[in-house]
């Protein structure tokens, strides 16, 4: 629940037997003795994660992007968006408080979805749509905690599904890369 934010009696049981792996001790011992051809969903084997974490992908995409003659705007709010036709008109704040705004081909948003929808909040009918489709997003929060020892848990994560504690899962980078941590 505290993952998809759902009540568990919401979620079709179909979609969830694709990602949710309970297995009995019997299935443990086994798997653990004789490895299956076919894991479970969630049964993680290998993972493949950037050595130097996660942004490695982003700073890729933005070389990619700069050496094609783009640009790449960070420590920039969006004010609004408009489509026209052919192109689309972005009005964004920098980081000082200056406004400027790009005609562009193609924008890929990853803004927070109420803020995109208020930068569109101009656009003909963008409120009933949006109270049409009654849209709903997670947002998620992250907060850093630096502990003065080699290593807190053999896990790369850990889940705390209790609705009791604020938080869902802890994450010691460390165990994916050493080269993600001083």
């Known amino acids: 629940e505290k993952v998809w934010g759902i009540r568990c009696d ?6 969830a037997a694709q990602r949710i792996s309970v297995p009995n ?3 443990t011992v086994c798997s653990a ?4 051809k076919n894991p479970p969903p969630t049964a993680v084997r290998q993972f493949y994660y950037p050595r130097l974490g996660y942004g490695t992908i ?24 408009r489509f026209g036709r052919g192109d689309t008109a972005v009005e964004v704040v920098d980081a ?3 406004a400027r705004t790009i005609t562009c081909g193609q924008v890929i948003s990853t803004v927070p979805l109420d803020a995109l929808l208020g930068a569109l909040a101009h656009e003909p009918g963008i409120a009933e749509v949006a109270a049409d489709t009654r849209l709903a997003y997670r947002g998620i929060v992250l907060v ?15 889940y705390f599904p209790s609705p009791d504690l604020l938080f869902g899962r802890s994450h010691e980078p460390r165990n994916w890369s050493a080269a993600m941590v001083p």
């Open 58 to 81: 982003s700073d890729r995409l933005a070389d990619a992007i700069t050496a094609d003659g783009q640009q790449v705007l960070t420590s920039t709010s969006l004010a609004t968006l």
């Open 96 to 98: 000082a408080g200056a």
């Open 144 to 158: 850093f905690l630096g502990i003065a020892k080699p290593q807190v848990s053999p896990d790369s994560w850990t």
């Open 10 to 15: 919401q979620l079709s049981a179909d979609w």
């Open 25 to 27: 001790l019997a299935e």
């Open 33 to 36: 003795l004789f490895p299956p």
